[in-house]
């Protein structure tokens, strides 16, 4: 199976901008997870989507918002970007297997600069 | 809600000594513990993992981690350190409904 695809995997973009990530989930797998990740605060959940709904969501601005589709492709969407969002926003896939325990299967990152 | 410590945010060892991460949990309920590494530019890759079985876990790499309930912690451990496991270590911790918590990282150097 093919894994977690993110795309792009580099964005620059300028204070003010909005930005939109993607997140292709590994096939069979409804559960997308997003994370944003910084060298001082490390891995930092934003929202967690199963079937189109947001079941998780973390500490964020409402500047910060996602949404899944039908076929568990995810977009998370950050508007009036500030330098601070400066990020690696990892995305995260998981088999929803009925039990509490689920893998997450991370894709490798999308780099966002704001300048 | 759950968190992870992970004691030390930068761990040097030389090459072929013992590799020991620290990893402590809070968790009212019985948990599903995970060790991911992050090489540079990519995203996390599951070493291990922790679901209620056996307390010794064996992963990936050479890796293996302890549950010890009694201490709360799932320390993971390399007998013998290679270059290739320089990288960043993050500990995870996960309850119902699929949110993980992780813990800020543990940077590995390995000196050759």
């Known amino acids: 199976k093919a894994g977690v695809t993110q795309t792009p995997r580099y964005l620059i973009k300028t204070r003010g901008q909005q930005v939109t990530l993607s997140c292709s989930p590994i096939?069979?797998?409804?559960?997308v997870s997003w994370y944003q990740q910084t060298p001082g605060q490390g891995l930092q959940f934003l929202f967690e989507?199963?079937?189109?709904?947001?079941?998780n969501k973390g500490n964020f601005p409402g500047r910060f918002s996602g949404r899944q589709f039908s076929n568990s492709r995810s977009e998370m969407n950050v508007s009036t970007l500030e330098l601070g969002d400066s990020a690696l926003y990892l995305c995260?896939?998981?088999?929803?297997?009925?039990?509490?325990?689920?893998?997450?299967?991370f894709g490798p990152g999308t780099r966002l600069t704001v300048l | 809600a759950q968190s992870v410590t992970q004691l030390g945010s930068h761990v040097s060892v030389s090459e072929g000594a013992l590799v020991l991460l620290r990893c402590n949990y809070s968790?009212?309920?019985?948990?599903?513990l995970f060790w991911y590494v992050q090489y540079p530019n990519q995203g996390l890759q599951l070493l291990l993992k922790?679901?209620?079985?056996?307390?010794l876990v064996k992963g990936i790499n050479g890796f293996e981690a302890e549950f010890k309930k009694s201490e709360t912690s799932f320390h993971l451990t390399k007998p013998s350190a290679h270059m290739s496991d320089a990288a960043e270590y993050f500990c995870?911790?996960?309850?119902?409904?699929?949110?993980?918590?992780f813990g800020t990282g543990t940077s590995l150097t390995v000196i050759p």
């Open positions: 922790y679901t209620s079985a056996a307390t």
């Open positions: 096939s069979g797998h409804r559960s």
């Open positions: 968790s009212s309920v019985p948990p599903y």
């Open positions: 995870a911790v996960s309850e119902a409904g699929n949110q993980f918590y």
């Open positions: 989507y199963f079937s189109e709904t947001q079941r």
């Open positions: 995260a896939s998981s088999p929803q297997t009925g039990g509490s325990y689920n893998e997450q299967f």
